[in-house]
Every structure is written in structure tokens, then in C-alpha cells.
């Protein structure tokens, strides 16, 4: 037992304490972790900001003239020169919002601003083919041209056609053009024609833009009974992170495992080895080693996750002490089952790049929950989730997704998976002991599963 | 004499190769033994066998008074054929993990390590990683770590092979260091000459089979010469009619030296006699028969096997054997 915990104590420091394991695991997270919020801002702000485009959007009107106020290019213009955000404010300077420490905001405002889309008001009696032709055309030269969109307002569009029916405005845009100015463009040509039918209707915009507007204050109630802001959003981030947090510190410790038994195999290091320890000692104290790897890892991160979690309101409700229980115990059935298997295979093999195709199956375990996990946290009590639960060594998996979803499994099904799995750990396990044992002293061909059956049977 | 190894019948294959076939073994305890065979003749998997990394299909086996060496694992120095190291460890570290699975304590370790790097000439090594070091230098660490625990019984699977002849002396001193603390010491080798240096008991294995297990004097004392050495007095002069002197069944030259192999139960002063009558020689001389001449009399029956004899040499390229006429 103790030469066991000696093996496991290498390593896992040998593993730790090397500059890829603390730049890949610790480091670069780390980075990202901090980076997040600032990544999160500048998408907030790229979402603001529009790219800076000038031309002009061709309006044809055939509605002739429908309203009181003329036909509809007067307002169409002016809500793409007024309305609607930074991307078609006028290149002016607010005083307002000048920065009087930074002058230069000023020159910001003024350049960054500067996106003009003017009208182009045609004939109504123009032909639509030679205009989309010549957009077209202009495009295929200088990949811009002037001309960034079309809109064709047919008769009718305001009035309709007498029982209650409106037409399709018909709308054309350049090529390669960012959709945000695609949208405001379209916005300009409807809200103005929707304000004409209202207008036409006697109704009151205003009137029936409060009217529409129902506000809801959504809230739900908590085990303590009070109301709180609703975190339904986050019923699909939970499971995704279990499962997340599950493979990465199951697959990080298993991934060193196969390397490091290769690395021992390959480098004939594992017979002083077993001059010292017996393979069994040798295989779990390596196993236990890398489950602290793992361990701390999954710590680390879903520590790092709760306290990310609380600092936007999350973590309260969400995490619980059977979420965090549940995720313990299954990143230990899962471990023990995928690096008793990895061990196995890099026992078995001489080189990293044969471990290759023996993977296969291993790396497909890890597949299946990933792509079913939308429809397993959607429906987390489905005959599918069910029968995965009961799985080995897909169940795990599937159980900490099961147990982060809004649906948590009772706790009978819960036990009886572990149970389960367990199970399927401890065959893993046997399976892995044979293989480990006879895989360790066989150099030459590279094994495929028939040889690791056989060698299971010899031993 | 209690012994440290004893072995019955053991039987051990590999799918359809049977690599060790009725293997009876006795060690005593505090002997040196030299456990030779060519390559292939199983000796690293009877090794193996009797370090419990390998376990045989049929056979009792007994290690140190217990029934599988796993259970005093910590009395048994064991420095394998296929050597390796942690590369990326420090030979200090790497020393100190050999010593701690082998149940020494680190302070005594330390003091031991110490010792044991001077003792085999690389005082400085310790803070180097292990795959700073050459082949030879990572040999003698793995030396170290087969010693550290002042091992009862000690295996040594092909200590010599990639030494230099200096570290070879060396290993020699420190196996005899060794043997001479009361050690039972086993070590294997294909090269017959280095055994014959170092041991007292031989046991041969070959094919399997063990073949011979003697002491290096009555294996000499109980076999007939069966080469004899000669040198023509004219280096140039053709050698070939020493092929056809009665009782000579094939003249070779070996690592520059010329022999006749006797025929089966020729006498050796008449084959002599017959040969200068042959040739004219500088030199001829009856040789006592070396391991690997009792070795090759066993396994051929007497009939003398250059390429064979070559190999147990331990070189392949510097032997040629001289055709009639060269």
C-alpha cells in the first residue's frame, strides 16, 4: 500500500509540476477566465457599432401618393439620416456627451460616425430588372458601388387591396454587406410604411405602441419561499458545465495516464520498475495519481465556475450541495472506468501514435452525452436518458447532465446508477489488470482488440 | 545451505513458442552464478520468471524461501536487459524514487546515493536529468538503483552489454564488492568469456533447457580440448591442407588466431604430430577448453560451430571463417 501511494505521489508531481501542465491546466484558463469579461464587452460594443459604409438605398414608390403627406420617400429619408443609432447619425458633435478631460472624444464622435446612407428616390414607372441588373453590374467591378439597396414599394402598400390584404415590399441588398445595415435600411422603408397604414387607419402610433406593450416582471419562487429574479436561462448552462467540467477533469488525468505509461513502457523504465512494485501496485498507484490530477482540476474549475456564478446571481439555488455530491461521485466512477481503459491501452501499446485507433471506442463514450446533451437536459427523464443512465461508461455522463437539469432524477435512480456504474468501473478495472500485466513486457506489433481479449484470457 | 532460488519443472511459452521447458534450478545462497546461453536461449524470461514479472504456465518456484518473489521484493536487486530511465528526471530524483519503492528512508537514501555516485565515478551526475547521461553512465545509475537497498539476491539480466572495457573492470569489482557482502548474485550474459572472468558456478541454458550447472573447475576438469591453436610459420602460406589431416574437422581463424577444431574422441598429440607434418607452424598448441568450447560440445555434439562460437564471443563481425585455398 505504501510503495502504492509512492508511485501515485510521483505521479501526480511529475505531472503537476511541469511547465506544460501548469501553462495548459492553470495558466491559459486563468487567462481566459480574466479575459472573459473584456471579450464580453467588446462584442457589446461590435454589436453597437456598425461598420462605416456610405451609399445609398434606391426607393421606388408605385403606392402614388396614398397619404395626406405625399408618397413615403420624404419619411424614408429621413429616418435613415435620423433615426435608429450611431450607424446613421449625422456626422455632428453632441455637446452633451463630449468628454470635457478628452477633447479628442469629440473627433471620435465625428469620425466614428460618419456612416451616410442617402435616399435615391426613382420614377415609380422604373424597371425593376435593369435596376437590379445595374446593382449588379456595379457590384461585379468595384465589389461597392453606390447603390446599397433596393426597396420596391408596390401599389396598395398602405391602403391595401381593398380586403384588408397588403402586398410584399420587395427588398434588395448589395452582396457582402453587414446585417445590421441591412436592417436599418429595412427598418427605415417599413416602420415608415407601417406609420402611413396607421396614419391611414386614424389610429395613434403612440397609442398603440403602449398598448401593445405588455411588461412583465418575471420572478420565481425559491425553496425559502421568496421571489427572485428567474434564472430559467441558466437551466441549460448547468448541465452543459457538469458535463463539461466532468470530461475535461476525467480526460486530463486519463490523457497523462496513457502518456505517461507509454512514456514508461517506451523508455523500458517499467521493468526497474517492477523489480520494485508489482504491476497491480504499479498500475493503481498511477491511476490514483492522475485521479488527484483530475481531482484537482475539477476542484479548481468548478470552483472557479461557482464563484463566476455568484458574481452574476447564479449560484445561489443553482449549485447545491447534491449537484456538488452527485458531480464527485460520478467523476470517480467515470475516472476509474476511462483510466483503467487508457491505462490498459498504453500498456498495450509502443508508441502514443498507436494508441490511436484503440481510442476509438473510448473517445465515443465521451461523444455520445456531447451530442445528446440537448435532448437529455431538455428532457432529462426520457426513455433515452433513462437507459443511458443504466450504461457503462456512457452513464455518468449522462447522470451529472441528469442532475443538473431542471428535472433532477430521484434519488432511487440517482443510487442505482452510481451502482451501475460502479459496476462497470470495477470491470473496467479487471479488464485493465490483465491487460496492464501482460501489455507492459510485449514490444512489436501493435495490438489491436482481438490481441487485448486474448491476453485477458491468458492472463 | 539454504537456497536463495529454488526452481522445479517450470514451463513457460509463448503462444507457440516454448521459451523455458523443464526448468529444475537450485541456488544456494551467497553463491555467484553466471547464467549464460545464446540469445533466445531464455534466460531473461526464466529471470523474469523468478522476479514474478513473468509467471510460468507449469513449475514451483521459490524465491528467497517464499513462493514468488513479490513478496520480499524489497530483498532483491534486479537491474533488467531492457534498460530505462525517467529521461525527463533527475538522476538524484530518480534514485531517490528507486530507493523509496525499495523502502529506504529518504535520509538514508541521500547518504547512500552519495556514496554509490562516487563509488562508480560520476560524483557530479546528481543534478543532471537522467537523459543528459550516455548510455554507459545511465547502465551504472541503473547499477545504483539494483543495489541501493543492500539486496540479498541480486539479477543482473546482461550487466556488461554497451560497457566500455574500463566500466566493464568496473561492474566486475562492484559485482564481486557485492558477492563478497554475502549477496547471492545471478547474473546472465551471451558472451561466455565475461562469465568465466567473474563466477564461480555456471548454469547453461539453451533452448529452454537448462544444459549444464557446474562449477567453473569441474566443467574444465570433466571436458576433453577440443580446438587446437596454431600459427603458420609463413602468415602467407595456404592453410588448406590442414583440412585434410586426419582428426581435424575444419580449421577457422577467429579474431586473428587460427583453430582446429578436433573431431569427436581424436587424440590431441597425434593430431598434432600429423599436423606439422602438414605444414610448417610457428606455434600449436592444445587449448583447454573454454565455456564456450564445452558449450558448443554440448549443443552440437562435438561437431564445432564457427558462426555459433562467433556469437558467443560477443562479436559477429570480426571472425571469418577461412575457406580452403584462401
Not at chain 2, 537491474?79 to 519503492?101: D, I, N, S
Not at chain 2, 537523459?131 to 545511465?138: A, F, I, P, V
Amino acid at each position: 500500500m505504501n510503495k502504492l501511494m509512492k508511485i501515485a505521489v510521483r505521479e501526480f508531481s511529475s505531472t503537476v509540476l511541469t511547465k506544460g501542465f501548469i501553462i495548459g491546466a492553470i495558466v491559459i484558463p486563468a487567462i481566459i477566465a480574466a479575459a472573459m469579461p473584456l471579450v464580453i464587452r467588446l462584442i457589446q460594443k461590435a454589436e453597437e457599432a456598425a461598420p462605416i459604409v456610405d451609399g445609398t438605398l434606391a426607393v421606388i414608390d408605385r403606392t402614388g401618393g396614398d397619404l395626406t403627406g405625399g408618397d413615403l420617400t420624404g419619411p424614408i429619408g429621413e429616418r435613415l439620416s435620423h433615426e435608429d443609432g450611431s450607424v446613421f447619425e449625422p456626422g455632428g458633435i453632441d455637446p452633451e456627451t463630449i468628454d470635457p478631460e478628452d477633447p479628442m472624444s469629440a473627433i471620435g464622435q465625428v469620425t466614428g460616425a460618419r456612416s451616410t446612407i442617402n435616399l435615391e428616390v426613382l420614377d415609380s414607372a422604373t424597371d425593376v430588372e435593369s435596376e437590379r441588373d445595374a446593382m449588379r453590374e456595379a457590384y461585379r467591378e468595384g465589389m461597392t458601388g453606390e447603390r446599397l439597396g433596393l426597396a420596391v414599394i408596390p401599389e396598395g402598400s398602405v391602403l391595401g387591396d381593398g380586403e384588408g390584404e397588403f402586398p410584399q415590399v420587395e427588398f434588395y441588398h448589395r452582396r457582402k454587406l453587414d446585417d445590421r445595415v441591412i436592417g436599418k435600411m429595412r427598418a427605415a422603408v417599413t416602420r415608415t410604411i407601417r406609420d402611413a397604414r396607421f396614419e391611414a387607419a386614424n389610429l395613434d402610433r403612440d397609442r398603440i405602441d403602449a398598448i401593445s406593450d405588455v411588461s412583465t416582471q418575471t420572478q420565481e419562487i425559491s425553496e425559502t419561499g421568496e421571489a427572485e429574479d428567474s434564472k430559467a436561462a441558466a437551466g441549460i448552462i448547468v448541465p452543459v458545465a457538469m458535463l463539461l467540467l466532468l470530461i475535461v477533469s476525467v480526460m486530463t488525468g486519463g490523457q497523462y495516464l496513457l502518456t505517461t505509461t507509454v512514456e514508461e513502457k517506451n523508455s523500458r523504465v517499467v521493468e526497474v520498475l517492477l523489480s520494485a512494485v508489482s504491476p497491480m501496485e504499479l498500475m493503481f498507484g498511477k491511476i490514483l495519481g492522475q485521479m488527484g490530477v483530475g481531482l484537482a482540476l475539477l476542484v479548481m474549475y468548478s470552483g472557479v465556475t461557482i464563484i463566476v456564478a455568484s458574481v452574476f446571481g447564479l449560484a445561489s439555488g443553482l449549485v447545491t450541495p447534491e449537484l456538488i455530491t452527485g458531480l464527485i461521485v460520478f467523476f470517480l466512477i467515470a475516472y476509474v472506468t476511462m483510466a483503467s481503459l487508457l491505462a490498459a491501452i498504453g500498456a498495450a501499446v509502443n508508441e502514443l501514435r498507436e494508441a490511436q485507433s484503440l481510442m476509438t471506442p473510448v473517445m465515443m463514450t465521451l461523444m455520445i452525452p456531447y451530442f445528446l446533451i440537448f435532448p437529455i437536459s431538455r428532457d432529462p427523464n426520457s426513455t433515452l436518458a433513462l437507459v443511458l443512465s443504466y450504461l457503462p461508461p456512457v452513464s455518468p455522463f449522462v447522470m451529472v447532465i441528469r442532475l443538473g437539469s431542471t428535472q433532477p432524477p430521484p434519488l432511487w435512480q440517482t443510487a442505482s446508477a452510481a451502482v451501475v456504474g460502479a459496476i462497470g468501473a470495477y470491470a473496467a478495472v479487471w479488464f485493465a489488470a490483465k491487460v496492464f500485466r501482460i501489455g507492459l513486457l510485449q514490444f512489436g506489433k501493435a495490438p489491436d482488440f482481438k490481441t487485448l481479449v486474448r491476453w485477458v484470457k491468458m492472463a | 545451505m539454504p537456497s536463495a532460488i529454488a526452481i522445479e519443472g517450470v514451463r513457460k511459452t509463448f503462444g507457440e513458442k516454448v521459451a523455458v521447458e523443464g526448468l529444475d534450478l537450485t541456488i544456494p545462497e551467497g553463491r555467484l552464478t553466471g547464467l549464460i546461453g545464446p540469445n533466445g536461449a531464455g534466460k531473461t524470461t526464466s529471470i523474469r520468471m523468478i522476479m514474478s514479472i513473468l509467471f510460468p504456465d507449469s513449475g514451483r518456484l521459490e524465491v528467497l524461501g517464499r513462493r514468488s518473489a513479490l513478496e520480499s521484493k524489497d530483498r532483491i536487486g534486479y537491474l533488467p536487459e531492457e534498460r530505462g530511465v525517467y529521461k525527463k528526471m533527475k538522476v538524484w530524483g530518480f534514485l531517490q524514487h528507486m530507493a523509496a519503492l525499495k523502502g529506504i528512508k529518504p535520509d538514508e537514501a541521500r547518504t547512500r546515493i552519495g556514496h554509490w555516485l562516487e563509488k562508480v565515478q560520476l560524483p557530479d551526475v546528481g543534478p543532471k536529468k537522467c537523459e543528459e547521461l550516455s548510455k554507459g553512465m545511465q547502465q551504472k545509475i541503473q547499477f545504483i538503483a539494483s543495489v541501493i537497498h543492500e539486496p540479498d539476491l541480486l539479477i543482473l539480466d546482461e550487466p556488461f552489454s554497451g560497457l566500455d572495457p574500463v566500466n566493464m573492470r568496473l561492474l566486475r569489482e562492484l559485482i564481486r564488492e557485492q558477492h563478497d557482502r554475502g549477496t547471492t548474485v545471478i547474473f546472465s550474459t551471451h558472451v561466455m568469456h565475461q562469465a568465466e572472468q567473474v563466477c564461480d558456478h555456471i548454469v547453461m541454458i539453451h533452448q529452454g533447457q537448462k544444459v549444464l550447472d557446474d562449477s567453473i573447475a569441474s566443467i574444465r576438469a570433466g571436458h576433453e580440448p577440443t580446438a587446437i591453436v596454431f600459427e603458420p610459420l609463413d602468415p602467407q602460406a595456404s592453410i588448406e591442407p590442414l583440412e585434410r589431416v586426419e582428426g581435424v574437422q575444419g580449421v577457422a581463424q577467429v579474431e586473428g588466431i587460427y583453430e582446429a577444431a578436433l573431431a569427436h574422441g581424436a587424440n590431441g598429440g597425434e593430431v598434432m604430430r600429423r599436423m606439422l607434418d602438414a605444414i610448417p607452424l610457428a606455434r600449436v598448441e592444445l587449448r583447454r577448453p573454454t565455456l564456450e568450447d564445452v558449450f558448443i560440445e554440448i549443443v552440437s555434439g562435438g561437431t564445432g560451430d564457427a558462426a555459433l562460437r562467433a556469437e558467443l564471443r560477443g562479436g559477429s563481425g570480426n571472425s571469418e571463417t577461412v575457406e580452403a585455398g584462401a
